[in-house]
T-cell receptor
Framework: EAGVAQSPRYKIIEKRQSVAFWCNPISGHATLYWYQQILGQGPKLLIQFQNNGVVDDSQLPKDRFSAERLKGVDSTLKIQPAKLEDSAVYLC????????????FGPGTRLTVT | AQRVTQPEKLLSVFKGAPVELKCNYSYSGSPELFWYVQYSRQRLQLLLRHISRESIKGFTADLNKGETSFHLKKPFAQEEDSAMYYCALKGWGKLQFGAGTQVVVTP
């Protein structure tokens, strides 16, 4: 089966600019996750969707980050305006359902904010 | 609050030597624990989970609730085991990762 797809793979922007990341989960997977991984740290969950509803966005900086999952399939994560500390790898993952099911990760988008 | 601690950032071992990656956690409930691995230029992927009690690629991990640990072990390291390893805890519906341990196996 095809894996989780993400684009772009790399992005360099200046602070205060906006950026958007796209994720296409594995077909049929109901749950989609966005993680932020800062250099030297483990991934940190930003937001979790179950179909097109938000399950957990407690760690999403909502003043500048937003995410949506229209039609319960693809998802976009947006940062507006970006700050230097947003430089990180943004990982998308999906799983058939929430719970014990394994999460399958995409290749990530490496964001550099200058 | 839940927390996952991986005290070693880097572990360098010789091929054929045993390797143990430490993971300690804090969680008030009954934890679900996992080890994820990321090989060079590959995606993060699940290595094993504690409920499965299985050995994957020669690796095993035992949940010790008394010591709140979930250490990953392999008796004989291979060069292909060189990778980044993350311990993760599933609590209150959320997967929390440790900072990771880079394993380098030298011939």
């Amino acid at each position: 089966e095809a894996g989780v797809a993400q684009s772009p793979r790399y992005k360099i922007i200046e602070k205060r600019q906006s950026v958007a990341f796209w994720c296409n989960p594995i077909s049929g997977h109901a749950t989609l996750y966005w993680y932020q991984q800062i250099l030297g740290q483990g991934p940190k969950l930003l937001i979790q969707f179950q179909n097109n509803g938000v399950v957990d966005d407690s760690q999403l900086p909502k003043d500048r980050f937003s995410a949506e999952r229209l039609k319960g399939v693809d998802s976009t994560l947006k940062i507006q305006p970006a700050k230097l500390e947003d430089s990180a790898v943004y990982l998308c993952a999906s799983s058939p359902l929430e719970g014990l099911y394994e999460q399958y990760f995409g290749p990530g988008t490496r964001l550099t904010v200058t | 609050a839940q927390r996952v601690t991986q005290p070693e950032k880097l572990l360098s071992v010789f091929k054929g030597a045993p390797v143990e990656l430490k993971c300690n956690y804090s969680y008030s409930g009954s934890p679900e624990l996992f080890w994820y691995v990321q090989y060079s230029r590959q995606r993060l992927q699940l290595l094993l989970r504690h409920i499965s009690r299985e050995s994957i690629k020669g690796f095993t991990a035992d949940l010790n609730k008394g010591e709140t640990s979930f250490h990953l072990k392999k008796p004989f390291a291979q060069e292909e085991d060189s990778a980044m390893y993350y311990c993760a805890l599933k609590g209150w519906g959320k997967l929390q990762f440790g900072a990771g341990t880079q394993v380098v196996v030298t011939p």
